[in-house]
């Protein structure tokens, strides 16, 4: 290693990336094989992702030996604050993405469908789609997927975002204990948050379970399907990965590895917790509610 | 090893000068800005000529009407590829990699904010276009319905679909990261003092590229994310029966293409607001409302998105909308142009090989601009659109725009990367070559597209076979010149009039304080830099 004199952290000969970049040719090569049926494809998908496991573990260990050996000084810490920001701000642009679609179908493809608007909508409908009237939540003019009830907001939904708005809490007073220095109250805490975490996508689970067996509600129940699932299923996704970032930042803690001054590992994952918690409010009112 | 290792520092102080590791794992394992720029650069220059392989291939079928080549699958398959080579494989890339080199340097930094991550962000790209060009040789063919991917024609692909979408999700990885890095690197490793006002246009125009690219790239992911799952998962976000829409994909496609097109672009004025002024022995002329300009336009840049679907019966509101907005960015576009002329103005100007490319950049890519307003007036591009006319406005932008703004980069910072002075008499004949064929190639595209002929196909009506056979001429004579500009690389990579570290007569900023070839490291130690220090 080296740094310049000013005393910022260059590393030298980074060994991961590359093997990274394997991990994620072989991961995209055999996910792609195996979505059009060959039979290697999904070995070689899973060998992909072990080797990606294999890669932030090293990745991330590399990275730590060096934060705890004094080696990043303030500048450094910013470059990853300014990062790990700009980060979450590329995920909002990709909910925004699914987001978009949900809004557009609604207010705009959809009423259209049904003969609203002007420019010919209303000879559309009485050509292609007749006797079409557009509510939603709508499977299309087509009824595609053969009808569905769609997911109510109360019950399990609610549930779940009491269970993530209390894990915002609880990860906000892990964060004033590790600022006062307690680390053994900041990984109670966080372990409270992890577990809320997990109970989450396990009632996610359940939904999912409850759509399919008893409302008929699948992936391919028209454009409610697929906002639905498409939302929540990445939604769930982030849920993981940032429970896994905490669970991690729980392990260190219990290590010993963070002080009320250096703990930006937990910030960064609790930024992201946070996030994840905001994309939830926003399933919650425009896909559940109303 | 990126491991601490404590006892190695207590050996050298605190700091070493690690020069880079032996044979190809430098390449693999380097952290150096300039390495990775270096590969960065060469990786683009590669697919420089399988991209324009590609363009050759499309030409050579449409020097005469009729079916004589290739067949009308592959000719798809190759207009297709052609521009994911070109905007992903080719200027994209190169734009990183110019950042890479120039960016540290130009700021007074000892390297990128995360060194490691940009490692990854270039060593993803060989893997993602092997995933890419791999397509090409499934049965299937590769992708045939337009780098845009409009469905439901996209969905009608063989099983190279997959490995599209997940060759863009994947050099969507890099890109985003390349510009996370960028973006730190701009905001947190600026020499003491140097002020945001202070930046060189360089890196004030990628500042602001990367923000385009992070808000942009992984709407562009979202988008082919709902392709993959209608095609697989049986969802229906672009099927009307299912209650989605074909159209809606455009609208989020776009919302990521139109900003896309500035990505491809902005970087080139940066590199244009460096060149003017320094072989015009001129410091820019209002370097503000530059600053401001680029901003105007990034900001416009995600309000114009629909200019290009006016034919797919928007509402007349939005088409108003979109039409007056599109115009709105010639504003701040012309203050640009405007700016570069104002600053050769009285100036002691000469004209070495990287101004003629900067001023050849001026000349045509407003006359792509101009075509671009042509095409932003809605009723008069329900003609124009998806003609020829079309191919001609964006190759002008793009081919004497982005890559003409590349080639005026290599030119000018050759000396500084390494040490030698290129050959000056190759480099100008390049250029004028280079500025003939090019006009042979794409001005009578304007022609036969006002007369309607249609883009993507490979045969066509009798009337458009002279122009067509025009162009043909002059993609063969471009395509064919570019082998100059390697062949001047490598001649001045082997020797050469050794060069100055200040290079130019008249260069300003930082990187042209350091010795040329620039040392594997600088500015370990920052500069001071006052209100009065030359940074720009």
């Known amino acids: ?78 470059s990853f604050r300014m990062c790990m920001s700009w980060f979450i701000f590329s995920e ?56 569905f009830q769609p997911m109510g907001w109360f019950g399990l939904p609610l549930i779940n975002t009491l269970l993530l708005l209390t894990s915002g809490f609880t990860c906000t007073v892990a964060h004033h204990a590790i600022k006062d220095g307690d680390q053994k109250k900041m990984v109670r805490w966080l372990g409270a948050t992890v577990a809320l975490g997990f109970i989450f996508v396990a009632c996610q689970a359940f939904e999912y379970y409850e759509a399919y067996a008893h409302l008929g509600l699948k992936m391919s129940s028209g454009i409610y399907g697929s906002t639905f699932f498409m939302l929540t299923g990445f939604h769930g996704f982030h849920v ?28 960064a994952a609790a930024w992201y917790w946070h996030f994840v918690d905001v994309v939830w409010l926003g399933l919650f009112v425009f896909v559940y509610l109303f | 090893m990126s491991q601490v290792d404590t006892s190695h520092d207590a050996h050298h102080g605190d700091h070493d000068h690690h020069g880079p590791a032996p044979g190809l794992m430098r390449w693999i394992t380097t952290t150096n800005h300039k390495d990775i720029g270096t590969l960065y650069l060469w990786f683009s220059l590669i697919m420089f000529f399988i991209g324009g392989g590609m363009a050759l291939i499309i030409r050579a079928e449409l020097w005469a009407p009729g079916i004589q080549i290739v067949d009308p699958m592959f000719f798809n398959s190759m207009t297709t590829m052609h521009a994911l080579v070109m905007i992903f494989g080719v200027v994209m890339p190169a734009f990183v990699g110019l950042a890479n080199w120039m960016i540290p340097m130009m700021l007074g930094a000892p390297d990128m904010a995360l060194p490691r991550l940009n490692n990854w962000s270039f060593w993803i790209m060989p893997f993602a276009f092997t995933i890419l060009l791999s397509t090409l ?59 945001l006002m202070q930046m060189p246009m360089f890196v004030w125009t990628w500042l602001i590229t990367a923000f385009l690219l992070i808000a942009t790239i992984p709407v562009f992911a979202g988008a082919v994310t709902m392709l993959l799952t209608d095609r697989f998962f049986e969802t229906s976000f672009f099927s009307a029966a299912g209650g989605g829409d074909p159209v809606m994909y455009q609208h989020i496609f776009w919302f990521f293409g139109h900003p896309e097109v500035y990505i491809l672009i902005l970087p080139a004025f940066g590199i244009i607001s460096h060149i003017i002024p320094t072989f015009s022995r001129k410091p820019l002329f209002g370097y503000d409302s530059m600053v401001y300009a680029t901003a105007s336009i990034a900001f416009l840049s995600f309000i114009v998105w629909a200019h290009h679907m006016f034919t797919t019966g928007m509402p ?76 001609a406005h964006f190759h002008y932008v793009l081919v004497p725009g982005a890559i003409y703004s590349l080639m005026a980069a290599c030119y000018f910072w050759i000396p500084k990367w390494t040490g030698n002075m290129y050959d000056e008499k190759l480099g100008k004949m390049h250029f004028w070559i280079s500025t003939i064929f090019v006009n042979v190639l794409f001005f009578p595209m304007h022609f036969v597209g006002l007369a309607g002929m249609p883009r993507r196909i490979p045969d066509y009506s009798l009337q458009f076979a002279d122009w067509n056979m025009i162009a043909t001429i002059g993609a063969f ?60």
């Open chain 2, 316 to 391: 007349l509101a939005a088409e108003l909308f979109f039409m007056f907005s599109t115009m709105m960015i010639s504003v701040p576009t012309g203050v640009k142009v405007f700016n570069w002329v104002s600053t050769m103005w009285r100036g002691s100007m000469t004209f070495e090989t990287p101004m003629l490319f900067a001023i050849g950049f001026v000349v045509m890519f407003t006359i792509g601009g101009l075509s671009g307003l042509m095409l932003a007036i809605t009723p008069a591009d329900i003609q124009y659109h998806d003609t020829y006319f079309v191919v």
């Open chain 1, 240 to 267: 993981c990965m940032g429970a896994v970032m905490l669970f991690v930042v729980m392990l260190r803690g219990m290590k010993g590895h963070f002080t009320a001054e250096n703990h930006f590992a937990f910030e």
């Open chain 2, 137 to 195: 040789f499934m049965d299937s063919g590769g992708p045939a319905g337009g780098w845009t991917m409009y469905p439901p024609l996209v969905l009608q692909m063989g099983d190279s679909f997959a490995f599209v979408v997940f060759a863009i999700h994947f050099m969507g990885i890099s890109s985003v990261m390349g510009s996370i890095n960028i973006v730190a690197t701009i905001f947190n490793m600026r020499a003491p003092g140097m002020t």
């Open chain 1, 1 to 78: 290693m080296s740094t310049a004199t000013d005393g910022y952290y260059i590393p030298h000969e980074a060994k991961w990336p590359i093997v990274g970049s394997i991990g994620l040719f072989v991961t995209f090569m055999g996910l792609g094989s195996w979505l059009n049926g060959s039979g290697v494809g999904e070995i070689t998908f899973y060998a992909g992702l072990a080797i990606m496991v294999f890669m932030l573990f090293g990745w991330f260990a590399t990275v730590i030996k060096e934060s705890q050996s004094g080696a990043y000084n303030g500048q450094v810490d910013t």
């Open chain 2, 477 to 536: 004579g471009f395509g064919f010149s570019q082998l100059m500009f390697v062949y001047i690389i490598f001649k001045c990579i082997k020797g050469g009039e050794k060069a100055t570290g200040e290079v130019w007569e008249g260069a300003r900023g930082l990187e042209w304080t350091v010795a040329s070839p620039a040392p594997y490291h600088t500015f370990e130690e920052s500069p001071t830099i006052t209100p009065n220090t030359v940074t720009r």
């Open chain 1, 92 to 147: 909002v642009m990709f909910f925004g993405a699914f987001f978009g679609a949900l809004f557009y179908a609604r207010q705009f493809s959809g009423p259209w469908l049904g003969g609203e608007g002007a420019g010919g909508a209303d000879v559309t409908n009485a050509v292609l789609w007749s006797g079409y009237n557009y509510v939603w939540p709508t499977d299309g003019p087509a009824n595609v997927g053969g009808g």
